[in-house]
T-cell receptor
């Protein structure tokens, strides 16, 4: 049983470039969450998606950040025109369909470094 | 109201000792309280979780104590081992609605000395 998979594990971008982070949830999970962890800090919620729908994006910066979870394929977190302050670890978590459990299973994360 | 406050920031315990980490919350709508363990360079892994209908939950060496009236909960690690050295995060969720987003504490770095 594969857990949550994220790629790439490490990503280096120069200021102004785009970063695309991918997340494949646990098989059968239809809920995906993205969290950001800044150095020496806890995890901060960014966005919650179900297949083809954004349910809660209250933690997403208003500009440059977007997320999707298409019917087929992984969830994508996209950061346009990256700045140094975007350097962080980005974690994806997944959970089963509603009502089964509250447990969120986390992936290994993508560590983004903006030069 | 959506904060979860965690203490201490760091903790050093001798092997075989008891590690205690505390968390407090304000939002009474929270109804799910997990603890996650994170090793350097890895993602958080669920350790143990509790709901407000019980005051204590034990799994092996790990115990959550929950005080609903005080809006506090804590993690106790009995017989702490060097392999327990990691960062521990408490979290809370549950708004009775559309989202189960987790609100995390700031983390406790635990070091268990041999």
């Amino acid at each position: 049983n594969a857990g949550v998979m994220q790629n790439p594990r490490h990503l280096v971008r120069r200021r102004g470039q785009e970063a695309r982070l991918r997340c494949s949830p646990v098989k059968g999970h239809s809920h995906v969450y993205w969290y950001r962890q800044l150095p020496e800090e806890g995890l901060k919620f960014m966005v919650y998606l179900q297949k083809e729908n954004i349910i809660d994006e209250s933690g997403m910066p208003k500009e440059r950040f977007s997320a999707e979870f298409p019917k087929e394929g992984p969830s994508i977190l996209r950061i346009q025109q990256v700045v140094r302050g975007d350097s962080a670890a980005y974690f994806c978590a997944s959970s089963p369909p509603s009502g089964l459990t509250d447990t969120q299973y986390f992936g290994p994360g993508t560590r983004l470094t903006v030069l | 109201q959506q904060q979860v406050k965690q203490s201490p920031q760091s903790l050093i315990v001798q092997k075989g000792g008891i590690s205690i980490i505390n968390c407090a919350y304000e939002n009474t709508a929270f109804d799910y309280f997990p603890w996650y363990q994170q090793f350097p360079g890895k993602g958080p892994a669920l350790l143990i979780a509790i709901r407000p209908d019980v005051s204590e939950k034990k799994e092996g060496r790990f115990t959550i104590s929950f005080n609903k009236s005080a809006k506090q909960f804590s993690l106790h690690i009995m017989d702490s081992q060097p392999g327990d050295s990691a960062t521990y995060f408490c979290a809370a969720s549950g708004y009775g609605g559309a989202t189960n987003k987790l609100i995390f504490g700031t983390g406790t770095l635990l070091a268990v000395q041999p």
